[in-house]
């Protein structure tokens, strides 16, 4: 009886293990563990966003997006490498995450395109005044804060790397508190039916603004610590060149390619062979110049003529980015991120601590901005809630500074901590101060599932530059 049971764990261990030649006391990976593991791995990885996804929405009332975020940490060291090391271990070695890191940045960035696809630049025009003012908000507010309490945070041991300057340590605080979750921000906005409205373009541009704001001092950051000043000079005025570029020539330079769908009435396999290699292009020059691959893809979303060729790239490229390419970048982020480090009181009080500083922060800045800027009190509530999320954007910027040893695994426990406990906040929130009463007003249709095509509705729009 033991053989039996014995036989087939063994066959497992086997197909598992690395079958490459010796390299001193361990084996090398060959193609063929990379692809064993990797199809495993996806299995697996759909297999628990989605039921983590369902029983999020069926407990919680959180969209499918937040349960696929919780599913990462879940499959992560915090839970499944908790409880059960070995099979975490076999699951997800070390060498196959850079092929699950590509995945991962492929799918959050193809995926910022498509939300780039339904900004609507006529609801920001409208909404200038409110945008700039709850973008400089957002931004300013959030690095007060980290003046206030990064020496603070400098005084409690293994929080930041040893010698690290206050000047560095608050930039990077305020850069983290100031972050807005932006792929999980548009993807809330997209289940929550805001996709067409002007609350939810506004909140996308000012979001978008904050981050980039926030990448562009982390560059800053790093630059202080051996990369040299060219680091962020490249990421700020690469960023900025592109964004100019796309939107006063990029913009032109595309519409033959909507006319071209229009033409033909699909976008055939050619034109969206095009359609990804300029993703492709515009996903590796944003990741080159030192910003992130979901601005490229997000600043080229925009600028795509509106008409049929937008609503034919949602209607190819959106399933398999939201199904199968979005759950590889939760599962990627959770594998980085280990929660087990706030492990008694005194830590707990600082991540509390650093937990309603963000919420004040953000939440509460956004939300005065927009009052101040002329929106009524249930807009700049719906604002403030949305802005509020920080996601996996904020594991990505702390798993940076753990890396190049800026923060410690503590505070980067407490800030993935913040990230999550302020994202889950965010649906709840937003029905509260807005969402329930502009449904049962008509303004708002009922929550999309995560089944549905929410961008259909804009396959009317007229063939134009965005």
Request: hydrophobic share 55%; proline share 4%; net charge neutral.
């Amino acid at each position: 009886m033991g053989d039996m049971v014995g036989q087939p764990g063994r066959a497992i261990g086997d197909m598992l293990g690395t079958h490459g030649p010796a390299a001193s006391m361990a084996q090398s990976f060959t193609p063929t563990d990379f692809s064993v593991h990797f199809f495993l791995q996806i299995a697996v990885i759909l297999l628990v966003c989605r039921v983590v996804g369902w029983l999020a929405n069926r407990f919680m009332g959180q969209p499918q997006v937040v349960g696929e975020m919780i599913a990462g940490v879940v499959l992560g060291p915090s839970l499944f490498g908790l409880f059960f090391p070995e099979w975490q271990a076999a699951l997800f070695p070390k060498e196959t995450r850079n092929v699950l890191y590509v995945g991962a940045q492929f799918g959050v960035g193809l995926y910022m395109f498509l939300v780039g696809t339904t900004l609507r630049l006529d609801h920001f025009r409208s909404k200038a005044k409110s945008a700039v003012g709850v973008s400089a908000a957002g931004i300013a507010v959030p690095f007060l804060f980290a003046v206030l309490i990064t020496p603070w945070l400098l005084g409690i041991p293994g929080l930041f790397a040893d010698g690290l300057g206050q000047g560095s340590a608050t930039l990077f605080m305020g850069a983290c508190i100031a972050l807005t979750a932006f792929p999980m921000l548009a993807r809330i906005i997209n289940e929550r039916g805001l996709s067409n409205t002007a609350l939810g373009t506004l909140s996308l541009t000012a979001g978008a603004f904050d981050d980039a704001v926030s990448w562009c001092v982390l560059a800053i950051v790093l630059a202080t610590f051996g990369g040299g000043p060219g680091i962020a000079l490249l990421a700020i005025v690469g960023g900025l060149g592109f964004a100019l570029f796309m939107f006063c020539a990029g913009r032109k330079l595309l519409i033959p390619l909507g006319r071209a769908v229009e033409a033909k009435g699909e976008l055939t396999h050619t034109l969206l062979a095009i359609v990804l290699m300029l993703y492709a292009m515009a996903a590796f020059f944003m990741d080159a110049v030192g910003i992130h691959a979901v601005f490229g893809g997000f600043i080229l979303g925009a600028c795509m003529p509106r008409g049929r060729l937008t609503g034919e790239i949602r209607k190819k490229i959106e399933p398999i980015t939201v199904v199968l390419l979005l759950p590889m970048f939760f599962t990627y982020s959770g594998l980085n991120t280990q929660l087990t480090t706030v492990n008694s009181l005194s830590i707990l009080a600082v991540a509390i601590g650093i937990l309603l500083v963000s919420i004040a922060a953000k939440f509460g800045a956004c939300w005065l901005a927009a009052r101040l800027a002329g929106e009524d009190n249930r807009t700049a509530m719906g604002i403030g809630a949305l802005m509020n999320a920080r996601g996996l954007m904020e594991l990505i910027i702390v798993n940076i500074g753990l890396q190049k040893g800026i923060i410690g695994p503590t505070l980067f426990a407490i800030m993935v901590l913040m990230a999550i406990v302020t994202t889950v906040m965010t649906g709840p929130l937003f029905e509260l101060v807005y969402g329930r009463k502009a449904r049962a007003e008509g303004r708002l249709g009922a929550l999309e599932s995560d089944e549905a095509e929410p961008e259909g509705r804009h396959d009317r729009e007229a063939t134009q530059p965005a």
